[in-house]
């Protein structure tokens, strides 16, 4: 197969008796899970996406999931043997995003800098929905933890996807070791001899 696909959801658990599965997005457009149509699923062992049609869908309120309905899965044992799978979408078939916003695939393994000292923070492994999303940044050390930025202007002021980078400017204290910049060494400096 030579199309490329990007993940949209996985498979969580089953809904009901009758073959509906949850889904947990990987996508900030509901409308993959709401409206019928062709998508794509990947077991978990499997090599090739196999096409599949959604037939309906529908918001899980409170719990961040979605349900779905997909065709030829009829039963309880039928939608357990779906879990795990990955739901898929051929990657052309992007929605048209707004300045500022960014597909989640395309901002895993960018390297992560301190936009004012230019000291490599890390390598993004992965996007966490929350109230704001938060990237997941692995440190160069593997020994080291990975931190959690918050995705929002004020701290990630430029995604660069040419030049694979993104520039952030944390507060102090969101990432313990990085140094100081210059600016708030003057700050702490003159207020340490007020």
Same mark, same amino acid.
């Given at each position: 197969m030579t199309d490329r696909f990007i993940e949209v959801g996985k498979i969580v658990s089953t809904q009901g008796l009758k073959? /509906?599965?949850r889904? +947990?997005?990987? %996508?900030?457009?509901? /409308? !993959?899970f709401l409206e019928p149509g062709q998508r794509? &699923?990947? $077991?978990? $062992?499997?090599?090739?996406?196999q096409p599949i049609k959604l037939l309906r869908g529908r +918001?899980?309120?409170?719990?961040g999931l979605y349900v779905v309905q997909l065709e030829g899965i009829n039963t309880i044992? /039928?939608? /357990?043997?779906? !879990?795990?799978?990955? &739901?898929?979408?051929?990657e052309g078939d992007r929605p048209a995003l707004e300045e500022g916003e960014f597909?989640?695939?395309d901002l895993i393994g960018l390297d992560v800098?301190?936009?004012?000292?230019? %000291?490599l923070v890390g390598t993004v492994i992965s996007m966490i929905p929350a109230g704001n999303h938060l990237l997941e940044v692995q440190r160069p050390d593997p020994k080291a933890t990975t931190v959690l930025i918050p995705f929002v202007m004020a701290i990630?002021?430029?995604?660069? &996807?040419h030049r694979r980078r993104i520039e952030i400017t944390p507060p102090v204290g969101l990432i313990d070791d990085l140094p100081i910049n210059s600016v708030e060494s003057e700050v702490e400096e003159a207020t340490d001899n007020l």
């Amino acid at each position: 197969m030579t199309d490329r696909f990007i993940e949209v959801g996985k498979i969580v658990s089953t809904q009901g008796l009758k073959g /509906e599965v949850r889904v +947990y997005p990987n %996508t900030d457009f509901p /409308e !993959r899970f709401l409206e019928p149509g062709q998508r794509w &699923l990947l $077991r978990p $062992r499997g090599k090739e996406p196999q096409p599949i049609k959604l037939l309906r869908g529908r +918001y899980l309120d409170g719990k961040g999931l979605y349900v779905v309905q997909l065709e030829g899965i009829n039963t309880i044992t /039928e939608a /357990e043997g779906l !879990r795990d799978s990955q &739901l898929m979408v051929p990657e052309g078939d992007r929605p048209a995003l707004e300045e500022g916003e960014f597909h989640i695939p395309d901002l895993i393994g960018l390297d992560v800098f301190d936009q004012v000292t230019q %000291t490599l923070v890390g390598t993004v492994i992965s996007m966490i929905p929350a109230g704001n999303h938060l990237l997941e940044v692995q440190r160069p050390d593997p020994k080291a933890t990975t931190v959690l930025i918050p995705f929002v202007m004020a701290i990630v002021p430029i995604v660069d &996807l040419h030049r694979r980078r993104i520039e952030i400017t944390p507060p102090v204290g969101l990432i313990d070791d990085l140094p100081i910049n210059s600016v708030e060494s003057e700050v702490e400096e003159a207020t340490d001899n007020l």
